[in-house]
């Protein structure tokens, strides 16, 4: 067994100025008692409201409290990347702010990582206050992306987890602009272990994600770890193509021995549109990795940081 001597709490905000105390107090119940030291890292992803102003409250009220002050919104992919390169902790664990992760779950993720895990993920069996089409859209979102992707993608699991310094490090070395934590996760593979919980409803205040930010982000999970929407559009063109010379024989053939009218105005029109969506559709999975290519050649940092807040 490793003990494990400071122990990263990483917290991604972006205005979420109304949980903030009662998650700190939370969290201050579930560390007293952890057998190792804390460290709470905030990841200010350019919030606008009083976020940051409360953070450092908090950050005088209790000096284990660090702060990374984002230079503008990035998105949460990011802020966990920002606290990736700041965290100082030899594990890691990343929660949300709006408490529907439950601290108290800390202490068994910490268990198994002091087992010889490596990355010990927390799998939801149930997912209190939300709409049965975003609960439905998630269950085909994870289908779609296990059978998409390379990499093997666990189920119902977001970003709550814990990770060690192994896995820290490994992390640390991917530094690809369009991101995807979720399959970065997976993709660093290691000794993996689920511990299952029933996610709360959010504590207050609004979600930032709304269908379209979340559509983005399943179509960068797909990109970025799988081939498979290419090879797609290749078997399409070829299948389409072996039916398409099938039909043209047969109306050669009918209409040179049969006699037969060729079809007129009505199946032209519906070929022509039907081959024209298939087209456009595979011109925008190609841009979608054009673009991917498009954002990584320019090599550009990845986040900007207005400053960085720490006490030890």
């Known amino acids: ?95 949300d702010a709006d408490l529907q992760d439950d601290p108290a779950m800390l202490t068994q993720m910490l268990t198994e990582i002091e087992n010889g895990y490596d990355d010990v993920y927390a799998q939801r069996i149930s997912r209190k206050g939300e709409t049965w089409f975003k609960k439905a859209s998630s269950l085909w979102y994870y289908k779609v992306l296990a059978y998409m992707s390379s990499v093997p993608i666990q189920k119902d699991t977001g970003d709550f987890r814990m990770l060690s310094q192994k896995a820290i490090k490994a992390l640390k070395d991917l530094r690809e602009n369009e991101r995807n934590m979720k399959g970065l996760f997976s993709f660093i593979g290691f000794k993996k272990k689920a511990v299952f919980y029933e996610r709360d409803e959010r504590f207050a205040g609004k979600t930032k994600w709304n269908y379209l930010s979340l559509f983005n982000l399943a179509v960068r999970g797909i990109t970025a770890f799988s081939t498979k929407p290419l090879r797609m559009i290749s078997v399409s063109g070829v299948i389409i193509s072996f039916v398409s010379f099938i039909f043209l024989i047969k109306i050669v053939f009918t209409a040179l021995f049969y006699g037969d009218p060729v079809a007129g105005y009505p199946s032209l029109m519906s070929t022509v549109l039907f081959l024209g969506g298939i087209q456009l559709l595979s011109i925008g999975v190609l841009g979608e990795y054009i673009g991917i290519i498009f954002s990584e050649t320019k090599k550009r940092p990845i986040y900007f940081v207005n400053d960085y807040y720490t006490k030890k």
């Open 1 to 95: 067994m490793s003990k494990v001597s400071l122990l990263t709490i990483m917290i991604p905000v972006y205005n979420e100025e109304e949980c903030l105390r009662d998650l700190h107090a939370r969290l201050l119940d579930v560390m007293i008692t952890l057998p190792c030291d804390c460290e709470l890292l905030f990841i200010n992803d350019g919030s606008t409201d009083n976020t940051l102003n409360i953070i450092q409250t908090l950050q005088a009220e209790d000096p284990r409290v660090a702060i990374v002050d984002l230079s503008r919104n990035y998105g949460k992919e990011i802020a966990m990347t920002a606290g990736l390169d700041y965290l100082k902790g030899d594990t890691l664990v990343i929660i």
